[in-house]
């Protein structure tokens, strides 16, 4: 029996989840291609053959748990209630709204500059209920295989009690969202973070758990500090090299690397044998990949 087929037995027994064999997942939906973190970005991304949607959440002055990047409104993409481009995009913080105004902004009309194929069309910052059940409905209703939600958490330390609640009650909110949804066997809590994957540890919940790094690769010291041994690693793709990806095996974690954009680097990575990759052009993933 394969070895990566042993591997990818044992991390459904001890998660209770049946992963993906190799795991493409639409960046933000599909950024590439339409608004990025929108309703529509995600069905496209579901249509063209994703195994994982990747989204980001923040917390909304209500409580509201809104699918966004930034907990404020970003000065490359967004427009304010007037239609006018944002300037000062910290000064429009989500954290001291409340949802209903959140909605009222749009970014997605202007585009992305740095993704010429990204269609420019109106997009709010959707509730994450609203995402998960716009999704559950669209794969249902096209009787394909229900997707896999990874949640991101944008937190940082000196966001506390300015942009973001502190992590155990930014990981509550979102618990109680993914309860209610029926989706928990599905979702992926992912975090560069360590304290919000720390208290999405504490919560018990059957979630799978990633740990995102820009830079570090010590695996032994990172475990360490974090305190636990997440199901997922997940680095920068520049940083990985067949060493880490048996390192990440070795330790019982898959290993999905991002943000993978061209053609030649998704198929080196997946020679290495990395369980998945996260894309904002996950048409091109799905076609070089011939999955």
Known sequence: MPVLFIFALAMQAVTGQVQPRFD????????????ENSTDGFLHAADLGVTTLELDVVIAGDSTVVVSHEPWMSETICSDTT????????????????????????????????????????????????????????????????????????????WDGVYTPAPPVFLQLVYDVVISSGVMDRVTVQSFDMRSLQAAHHLGA????????????????????????????????RLVEESLVHAAHARGMRIVPWTVNEVSD??????????????????????????
């Open 206 to 237: 059957p979630w799978q758990l990633a740990l995102l790094v820009l830079s570090d690769t010590d695996l032994a010291s990172i475990l360490t500090r974090l305190g636990f041994t997440p199901q997922i690693f997940s680095p920068a793709f």
């Open 24 to 35: 493409i997942q639409g960046h933000r939906g599909a950024r590439g291609l339409l608004p």
């Open 266 to 291: 998704m198929i080196r990575l997946k020679a290495l044998g990395v369980d998945g990759l996260i894309t904002d052009y996950p048409d091109l993933a799905v076609s070089a990949l011939d999955l």
């Open 83 to 158: 239609g006018q481009a944002i300037t000062h995009g910290e000064s429009h913080n989500i954290f001291q709204l409340p949802y209903a105004a959140v909605a009222r902004y749009d970014c997605g009309s202007r585009g992305h500059p740095d993704f010429p194929r990204q269609k420019k069309q109106p997009a709010i910052k959707p509730r994450l209920i609203d995402v998960i059940e716009a999704v559950e409905k669209h794969t249902e209703r096209r009787g394909v295989k229900p997707l896999h939600y990874n949640i991101e958490i944008k937190s940082r330390r000196e």
